[in-house]
Structure formats: C-alpha cells, structure tokens
C-alpha cells in the first residue's frame, strides 16, 4: 500500500495488497490453489475460499489498479473483452446503451452481434463530444454511456468532465475504455466517471505477452456489484497473467514516460515530412483537441496516427521497410508496433462507414514503443524515403 500523498511513481511499484504473509516475498507469489483450506464446519473461513470469488495472485492486481485509478476496488478478468462484458452484466436486461461513435471494433461486435442477442439490449452510437446528441438519444431505458477516449485510430479525444454532467443529469452510469491511456495518462475518476474498463493486454501489461483485463469502480458499491457479477461469470484472471500485469504495472511510469516522450518527438518529426498528408497526435499544437489533452491527459500518448500521401501502395512501401516497427494487431509494448487499420484493427467495418470516418488506406497508426527515439526516427525515415 503506498502512501494517500504518494507520487503516481511510487504509487505503480507499492500500490494495492502486495503482501506475502507466508514467506514475506517481496513480490506477491503466484498462488495457483484453486481452493483454500477452511478451519472446520462453522468456523468463518479465511480471505480466501475458492479462486472464482477471490485469488491472494488476483486480489494484488485489482487492489494495486484499483488505487493507481483512484478507484474503491477492482476485477481483473481473462481480457479486455471479458471486463466489458462485465460491464454489460451489471445493467437491467433491457437496457439502452449510449456507444461512442468511434469504438473499439471488438467492443461493437460485443455489443451488436452477443449482447444484442438478448432481447430488450439496444445501442446507440453517437458523437460524445455533441451533448445535445447524447440528450436527444437518451431513451427511458437509457442506462450506460460508454466512453472511449481516445479513439482508436483517429485519436479523437472525449470531455469527460461535459459527459459526467449530462450523465449525471439523467442518473446514467458512465464507463471509460483507458486503454489507450492507461492510468499513468488519464484517470478518468478523477472527473465523476463509475467505471474504468481496461484491456490489460496493451499498456498495463506493456510486454506484449499478456491478454488480461480489468475494471475499476468508483465506489465500493459498485465494486461489490461488479466482484459478484467476476464471481457469478467466472470470466477472472489467472494467477499467473494477475502476475505478468502486475510485474507490467512496476515499470508503467518508466515506459509511458518514454515511450510518450518518444511518440511526441516522432509526431513533431513526421508533421514536417513531406510524405506525410496529416499527423494524428493530441499533444500536437496542431490536433484540434490539444487544449482538452492539456487538460485531461498527463501527455499526448504512445500512439501517433499519420496519413500517408500516398494511399495502399505508400503503405506497404513504409511497412516493407520497417524493422523495429512491427506490423501488429496490438500496441502498448516496449516494442514499436505498426497497425494498417484499413486492412487490419477496422477490417470489418463496411469501406464506406471507414471512409467517412477518415480512415484510408494510406492512414498507419504507431505504437511507439520504448527503444532510442533517435533509432526510431531514422527507421521512419528510411521507410518514407522515396514517397512524395
Ligand atoms: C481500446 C480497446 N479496448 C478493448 C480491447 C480488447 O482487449 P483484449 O484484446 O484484451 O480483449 C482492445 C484490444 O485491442 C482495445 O484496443
């Protein structure tokens, strides 16, 4: 447990339970027991009974997340996926969901193609920077906004102090997907938010050898509401990837720290290249949210978003000449990554909904990872060489 006054440095190495009663570890162990040995009949049982409801591995993570979002508790589960669809659990069966119109395509497929199957469950898809249309889309079942921020490829950013007030307003829970931000960057808390939804997999675990997810709530009232839907569901965390994210979570200030010092020299780099049509950075002067990231977020983040002049063919010459950006699915590693969304991370979306939204087939979106920034810069380089 780290200290109230603590800085967030700190906080990532001593957050949360992280004790070892049996041996004084300094590193929680991995407690693989999928059961726990009670006293006797009518005794009170330990902490710990059966690793579905609560696990000593488990229990460090979501108390170690849980005070790094200033949260009251948390539940960590088997992926991102599986904390929203946590979320979902918590609401009445025919619940209205307000969707930001830039989501995640997992969290859409979630949401249109799984939970729409239950009758009642109905969403609408709206731009969360337009409160007059999040008013107008509240429907008498309205029960969740669903806020992502920012998006995902665009780097749209969201206000959430102006949805919390609408939310508010109509007595709506209010959830934030902060993966692509993860504590360090926004902790969305702090603005009245109930819930943080985070893919573990990406900057938590931040080694790119981890799927995990997690959710943290406001107030206890909330955690207890979400721990008995992680128990009731069983879609929880493992003890051994509970530990890899924790580990992750050790160096969160270190790697976010260099890896978004690394990302805003590349993104100030690439904006004077002249293969490059526009740069997608919210710490950038030029985004046209850079005023609500000064605000909201701590840095622009370890992602930039570029569009290419040129359009499919550009792409593949840049990519073809990588060596340390690697064309990935994923992104929140050490290691710099490069997603073709057209093709790849939006793949499903119909082309012209994609286009409508920006999203070409000359636009590479780059997780910018923790290696020498000089290294990296001189690899972009390289690989727009020859482009116009
Ligand atoms: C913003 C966002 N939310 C949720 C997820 C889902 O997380 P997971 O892959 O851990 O299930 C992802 C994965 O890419 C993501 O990028």
Redesign the pocket.
């Known amino acids: 447990m780290s200290s109230p006054n603590a800085k967030f440095a700190t906080q990532v190495i001593h957050a949360g339970d992280q004790k070892d009663p049996a041996y004084n570890a300094i590193m929680p162990p991995i407690v693989t027991a999928s059961s726990f040995v009670r006293p006797n009949i009518g005794e009170p049982a330990g902490a710990f009974g059966y690793s579905r409801g609560e696990n000593p591995t488990r229990h460090a993570l979501e108390t170690c997340l849980a005070e790094l979002e200033g949260g009251a508790g948390a539940i960590a589960c088997?992926?991102?996926?599986?904390?929203?669809a946590s979320v979902m659990e918590l609401l009445p069966k025919d619940a209205h969901v307000i969707v930001s119109d830039s989501?995640?395509?997992?969290?859409f497929r979630l949401l249109e193609e799984c939970r729409t199957r239950s009758s009642g469950f109905t969403t609408s898809y709206v731009d969360l920077n337009d409160t007059a249309a999040i008013e107008d889309a509240i429907e008498d079942n309205t029960a969740l906004i669903w806020i992502?921020t920012p998006t995902?490829p665009l780097l749209k950013l969201v206000d959430l102090e102006a949805i919390v007030q609408v939310a508010r307003k109509h007595q709506l829970l209010t959830c934030v997907?902060n993966?692509?931000n993860s504590p360090w960057n926004q902790q969305p808390i702090r603005y009245g938010v109930d819930l943080v939804?985070?893919?573990?997999?990406?900057y938590v675990g931040g080694h790119s050898d981890l799927?995990?997810?997690a959710v943290v709530a406001a107030t206890e009232a909330q955690h207890k509401q979400l721990h008995y839907v992680a128990m009731a569901v069983g879609a929880i965390q493992g003890p051994f990837d509970s530990y890899q994210a924790l580990r992750g979570l050790k160096t969160l200030d270190l790697r976010m720290q260099r890896q978004s010092e690394n990302a805003h020299q590349i993104a100030e780099h690439l904006e004077q290249h002249p293969a490059i049509e526009r740069v997608y950075y919210p710490g950038l002067p030029s985004h046209p949210q850079h005023d609500l990231c000064k605000r909201q977020m701590r840095s622009g983040g370890a992602v930039v978003t570029v569009q290419l002049n040129g359009g499919l063919e550009a792409a593949k010459h840049v990519v073809g000449r990588m060596q340390y950006f690697v064309l990935a699915?994923?992104?929140g590693g050490v290691e710099s990554m490069i997603n073709h969304a057209f093709t790849m991370?939006h793949g499903s979306v119909p082309e012209a909904d994609k286009l409508a939204s920006g999203i070409t087939e000359g636009l590479l979106r780059l997780s910018v990872g923790a290696e020498a920034v000089e290294d990296l810069i001189a690899e972009l380089d390289y690989a727009l060489d020859g482009l116009a």
């Open positions: 088997a992926s991102g996926m599986a904390a929203t989501v995640y395509g997992g969290t992502e995902n997907d993966t692509f939804m985070h893919s573990t997999s990406k799927i995990g997810g699915d994923s992104l991370s």
